[in-house]
């Protein structure tokens, strides 16, 4: 029998990987990781990164997300939906003009939470950034260049 995972908004862990960005730890289990991603008007957003083993879906609950995959850059809309593949990369933040809240879930889950701490320790001055590209084998989250996003992250703060 399955085992159901019931997750209280209260007890959820809420944490900060940059100014006006939160990121709501919901659920990390062997099937899944899930979390929801409040960032502001005006964040930055998260950089070029892929995966090589999970895919990570984003479902937009309000306002809109700028969104890389791959070689394509979208702006998905409340009630949006996207899947990434594993390998494909990707990169969000919130639209021009927008804050975004988005649900966002890996499967297969590998235990990221641990992650989203050391993000938010570095973002705390508590933790030297170097050690997020170290722990890229761990977390499964490599951070490549992506000139594209890079331009379309300016566009949006012009």
Do not use: C
Not at 3 to 18: G, H, K, N, Q, Y
């Amino acid at each position: 029998m399955s085992e159901t995972t019931l997750i209280r908004a209260a007890a959820a862990e809420v944490l900060s990987d940059a100014p006006g960005s939160l990121i709501t730890l919901l659920a990390d289990s062997g099937g899944f990781t899930t979390n929801r991603a409040t960032l502001n008007e005006g964040v930055f957003g998260t950089p070029a990164h892929f995966h090589t083993r999970a895919t990570e879906f984003f479902f937009v609950l309000g306002g809109a997300l700028h969104v890389l995959a791959g070689d394509d850059l979208h702006t998905l809309e409340t009630g949006d939906f996207l899947a990434v593949p594993p390998t494909v990369p990707h990169a969000f933040g919130p639209a021009a003009g927008s804050a975004a809240d988005v649900l966002v879930v890996f499967t297969p889950g590998m235990d990221r939470f641990d992650y989203y701490r050391l993000l938010d320790r570095v973002a705390r001055g508590e933790a030297d950034p170097k050690e997020i590209a170290a722990s890229s084998e761990q977390y499964d989250n490599h951070y490549v260049d992506s000139p594209r996003w890079r331009q379309a992250r300016a566009d949006a703060a012009a």
